[in-house]
């Protein structure tokens, strides 16, 4: 093809924009919010790019069912009655009810994940009924209280920063040692979720926590080299030789983060000597 | 003109023109390839963020309602994260020596898109009259 066949590309300021659109009769049209963070798990792009637009027609029905729903009366009722639960007294089961009611409207989710406390039941309530909430459903993987149960429900959550605040809540959670077996198991089972669906942005939470040589590989694989984002593997003393020596030998790390390539030479250094000692004193 | 008919390695040039990222033409235009596919292949208007690794530029898709191209750009195998760069790359420097925040681009048969600066969201939602949903 010719390149007067190529569409016009403009770079139109703001007020030529607005000026050029308001002059014409247009229909209002609604669109719906799509977050591909590229960047962060690329993975294989053409494929994402594909299956996002074909899930684009699926979201925005069910975006719009839930803008309809939030105009409401009831809904409205509903979320104004689970702002003031607290100070009404209305009990979590009562609030877990409301919340299956008014399921489809984003106001109810966030009134009823917005609050002060959020018992289990209502959590539980707001996991069943409204995981495709993608506010609401961040709001409660950031709550401190969220429960082991729900965070594990969140773990394979579908948006990138609900994801990422369940790294953040299980992180902490993992620095405590736990004596019941069970809640142990839960805890190590939402990690290892979470370690399959590893991001870059999670190694601040994630890795200081780990205790397998082998799941550190794999994260630090996957994270950015960027500044910040490696001395954790530095830190950690379950990271493997192989890693701490890809980060003492990269060039790239010696030049623009010369204090992490030192430490993590000086560790080296400090097991190799360890070894060295082990070995003069083992039996001959 | 349809989809298939871009002249993407036009594109490739373009970009290539204004960006520092580590790219070929060739993986350049088959992104571009892609975008082309998954923007004809959308069936509702979306906005779009982290379509450019490095850059915080978000993509308005305005669908034609009549007249859609049925032909749909054959989708590429692989596209490499560093032509993504590369394209959101060379739109923010365009902009930056133009003094602009905004790239509007018209594809007959597929619709309107608009790249824009994040700040220039409620702008480009007034001037389309869309109203953004969550998904």
């Known amino acids: 093809m010719t390149p007067d066949k190529q569409p016009k590309a403009r770079f139109p300021t703001e007020n030529e924009f607005l ?8 229909p209002p049209r609604l669109a719906v919010r799509v977050v591909m963070n590229l960047g962060q798990a690329p993975g294989n792009i053409a494929q994402r790019l594909s299956e996002a637009a074909a899930a684009v027609g699926e979201q925005m029905q069910a975006a719009f069912k839930r803008h309809v729903a939030n105009m409401a009366d009831e809904s409205q ?21 409301m919340i299956r009611e008014g399921k489809d409207a984003t106001i109810v989710s966030e009134a009823a994940a917005r609050q002060r406390r959020c018992a289990p039941e209502v959590q539980a309530a707001l996991v069943e009924h409204c995981k495709d909430h993608t506010a609401s459903m961040q709001m409660l993987a950031g709550r401190p209280d969220a429960t082991l149960d ?5 773990a394979d959550s579908k948006d990138q ?17 736990e004596p019941n077996a069970a809640v142990a198991h839960k805890k190590a089972a939402i990690f290892d979720d979470l370690i399959k669906g590893y991001e870059s942005d999670y190694a601040p939470y994630l890795v200081p926590v780990c205790r397998s040589s082998e799941q550190l590989s794999e994260m630090f694989d996957k994270t950015s080299k960027a500044l910040g984002m490696i001395e ?3 830190e950690n003393p379950y990271t493997p030789d192989s890693v701490l020596i890809e980060i003492a030998s990269s060039p790239t790390m010696q030049l623009v983060q010369h204090d992490v390539a030192r430490s993590a030479r000086e560790i080296l250094q400090s097991r190799a000597d360890l070894r060295e ?8 | ?6 002249n993407y390695s036009q594109g490739a040039q373009w970009v290539q023109a204004r960006c520092t990222e580590k790219t070929t033409d060739s993986e350049v235009s088959t992104a571009l390839q892609a975008l082309a596919h998954a923007a004809a292949r959308a069936d509702a208007d979306c906005a779009v963020e982290g379509l450019f690794p490095g850059s915080a530029l978000e993509v308005l898709l305005s669908r034609d309602l009549e007249g ?12 490499e994260l560093a032509a993504m760069r590369a394209i959101g790359e060379a739109i923010v420097r365009e902009m930056g020596e133009t003094g602009t925040k905004l790239l509007t681009l018209r594809v007959e048969g597929c619709g309107e898109i608009v790249v824009f600066q994040p700040e220039m969201r409620e702008t480009v939602l007034l001037g389309t009259r869309t109203t953004l949903l969550d998904a």
């Open chain 2, 1 to 6: 003109m349809s989809l298939r008919e871009l």
């Open chain 1, 77 to 97: 009722a509903i979320a104004t009655k689970l702002t003031f639960a607290e100070i009404n007294r209305v009990s979590p089961v009562q609030q877990a009810a």
């Open chain 1, 277 to 284: 000692s082990s070995d003069d004193m083992a039996p001959s």
């Open chain 1, 161 to 177: 920063r609900t994801r990422l605040y369940v790294a953040a809540g299980i992180g902490s959670r993992m620095k405590i040692e």
């Open chain 2, 68 to 79: 859609k191209d049925p032909s749909l750009p054959p989708l590429p195998v692989k596209v």
């Open chain 1, 19 to 26: 000026n050029e659109r308001l002059a014409q009769e247009r």
């Open chain 1, 232 to 234: 954790v593997f530095v």
């Open chain 1, 150 to 154: 729900t965070l594990a429900a969140l």
